[in-house]
Structure formats: structure tokens, C-alpha cells
């Protein structure tokens, strides 16, 4: 027995479609849940770089409140008065370090045999000490001896003549000279060398060694 077909029109299979919508929807839906975690992983990160930046400028503004501060004390020290303070301080312990045999040594060092000198008069301030020396020689030749003795000695610095009165000038027999010269103490010189020995590098001393042999 042959069942008639009431259906109007022909009958339509749809479930692949609605599959397929399914399977399309859950997709969707899966890559929407993807872009919202990174979102939210991305609005994350800002946020914190965002407090990172506030906690640096803050802190930024700290430290120039407090280097303005360090500024305006800073400003209030009399730096001038300091500085004299210590020049002072410096002129009295040189004072008491000032020997007088080790200066009569040096200058005998450099000294002819036909000058002689008639007044020393050293003189201590923060530039150093300043020595004043008068004396006789016999010939101008012996000054000019003395002079360059001074000049190439390392405990001497900058002579100058202030003085010359030759023997037709003054009832002395002999050169009248005056001259100031800057008094380097033997602690002041070792130190010089030791600068000079440190600032020269071990080449030098390796190329002055080599040169000995």
C-alpha cells in the first residue's frame, strides 16, 4: 500500500545549514571571548605603565623639591669666608712647618762662593712662601751664577730681581742685588716629584731604566 505524500511542495533537508550556523556561532563566539581577553590583558599593561609613569613623575618632583632645597642652603654657606678660613688655616701650618736650617741648606746648595748674602727675609702667605734676599757679589757675573743656581734648583721658583746697584752706584765694593724668590720645603718638592712620577706612568720609568742601561 503506497502512503500519498501530503506535502504541497518537496521536502527540504536544512540540517546542514543549521550545522553549519552552529558551528559558525561557536566560532564567533570563541574569537569575541579571545579579543576580549586581549583587551583586557592589553588594558591591563596600560593601566600599569600609566601608575609606572604617575610614581615616576612623582617621584621626579621629589627629588627636584629636594634638590632645590640643597640648592638654597647651598647659596646661603658664605663660601668666601670658608675660603679665607682655610687660607688662614693654611698660612699657620705652613708657618710652623717653615724650617729655617732646611732654607739655609737649600740656599747654600745654590749659593756661589763670591755672593754673599746679607738679609733674608721669608714672607708666608696662601700663595707660599715668598723669600726676600739682599746681597753682595763680587763680580755681576756671580749674581747672574745665583740666579740661574735658583732657577734650576727645584726648591726655588720664579726669582726676580728687584735690586742691582753696580760698585759705581754705591760705596760697597761689589754688586748690590735685591731679589725675591718663591721658597719651595722639601715636603713640597717630594710632593711635586711623586706628582710628576705618577702623572710620567710606569712607560717612563721603563723607558728612563732601558736608557740607563
Do not use: C
Not at 8 to 30: C, D, K
Amino acid at each position: 500500500m503506497i502512503a500519498p505524500n501530503l506535502a504541497t511542495r518537496p521536502f527540504l533537508n536544512t540540517r546542514p545549514v543549521w550545522l553549519l550556523t552552529a558551528v559558525a556561532g561557536i566560532i564567533a563566539l570563541a574569537l569575541l571571548a579571545a579579543n576580549v581577553h586581549l583587551y583586557l590583558a592589553a588594558n591591563e599593561a596600560t593601566l600599569a605603565l600609566v601608575a609606572r609613569e604617575n610614581e615616576l613623575a612623582a617621584t621626579r618632583k621629589s627629588l627636584e623639591g629636594e634638590l632645590r632645597k640643597d640648592i638654597t642652603s647651598l647659596d646661603q654657606v658664605g663660601w668666601k669666608q670658608m675660603e679665607a678660613r682655610t687660607d688662614g688655616v693654611n698660612v699657620v701650618l705652613r708657618e710652623r712647618g717653615f724650617s729655617w736650617s732646611a732654607m739655609l741648606n737649600d740656599l747654600e746648595r745654590v749659593l756661589p762662593f763670591d755672593v754673599r748674602l746679607v738679609q733674608i727675609a721669608p714672607t708666608v702667605n696662601k700663595d707660599g712662601i715668598k723669600l726676600s734676599l739682599r746681597g753682595i757679589a763680587r763680580t755681576r757675573d756671580a749674581m747672574l751664577e745665583l740666579l740661574d743656581g735658583l732657577i734650576a734648583d727645584p726648591s726655588f721658583d720664579d726669582p726676580l730681581p728687584s735690586v742691582e746697584n753696580t760698585p759705581e752706584d754705591s760705596s760697597v765694593p761689589g754688586y748690590v742685588f735685591q731679589l725675591n724668590v718663591t721658597y719651595l720645603p722639601p715636603e713640597d718638592v717630594a710632593a711635586m716629584a711623586a706628582e710628576a712620577a705618577l702623572n710620567a706612568g710606569p712607560g717612563a720609568g721603563a723607558a728612563s731604566a732601558g736608557a740607563g742601561r
